[in-house]
């Protein structure tokens, strides 16, 4: 795990460091750089999640290409994501995401945690998630029509409570309380789908992040 650690953090700080888009910001800077790069790449998987990235997101992860191979599934994955943004274009990438995520009724795929868990949009994990939501201090944003289970915005929430420096035994029952069952499998049907180019690495990524994420909330601290 420890290589695996290395190779996110360096990676997305040194990214960081070269753009000032806010949702991969990993916020406060005097968090340490595991904190850092925890909430990176949970902002970066948000935002390739909520919706298709441009080209200047598509240059930003590009930058990932050369990650050094050390051997672990994480170094590989972010390789493999950052050579699929820099052969992948916008046009091609949005029809994609359209095609998994929106159809004519819905996509190939449903990012939702009520979906996953019980087959059907709207269920109790979603009440039970906004109770939790409500209890970390989280208001839904009117302008938002999504349901709070949604991949993206559950990404978003765990980058908050990094950013925010919530404590670790929180940030572990909010993972494992409303991720830890569901968004793993969907990370490897994203990597599986038919519709997928791009998002196969997307997906790949974030298998192998949620399984370092699993190892790390599992200690400790």
């Known amino acids: 795990m420890a290589n695996q650690v290395e190779a996110m953090r360096t990676e997305l700080l040194e990214q960081q460091s070269q753009t000032n888009t806010a949702t991969i910001s990993a916020g406060d800077n005097e968090q340490s750089p595991e904190q850092r790069y925890r909430a990176g790449a949970y902002g970066l998987l948000a935002s390739l999640l909520s919706?298709?990235?441009d080209q200047e997101r598509l240059d930003w992860v590009s930058g990932f290409a050369p990650v050094e191979q050390t051997g672990d599934e994480m170094a590989l994955a972010m390789s493999m994501l950052g050579l699929a943004a820099t052969t992948c274009r916008p046009e091609a990438i949005d029809d994609e995401y359209h095609a998994l995520f929106i159809g004519l009724g819905r996509g190939e795929l449903v990012p939702y945690g009520s979906w996953y868990l019980?087959?059907?949009?709207m269920e109790r994990p979603l009440g039970r998630l906004r109770d939790d939501l409500a209890a970390l201090g989280f208001q839904r944003d009117p302008g938002v029509?999504?349901?709070e289970d949604h991949a993206a915005a559950l990404c978003e929430v765990m980058q908050l409570l990094i950013s925010d420096a919530v404590p670790h035994n929180r940030q572990a029952d909010f993972?494992?309380?409303h991720m830890a069952d569901w968004c793993k499998r969907f990370f490897i049907d994203l990597s599986e789908a038919r519709s997928a180019v791009f998002y196969r690495a997307v997906g790949r990524f974030g298998i192998a992040f949620m399984e370092v994420e699993r190892r790390y909330l599992s200690m400790q601290v």
């Not at 019980?118 to 949009?121: A, E, R, V």
């Open 175 to 177: 993972f494992n309380t």
């Open 145 to 147: 029509h999504e349901p």
């Open 51 to 53: 919706r298709p990235p």
């Open 118 to 121: 019980t087959g059907f949009l």
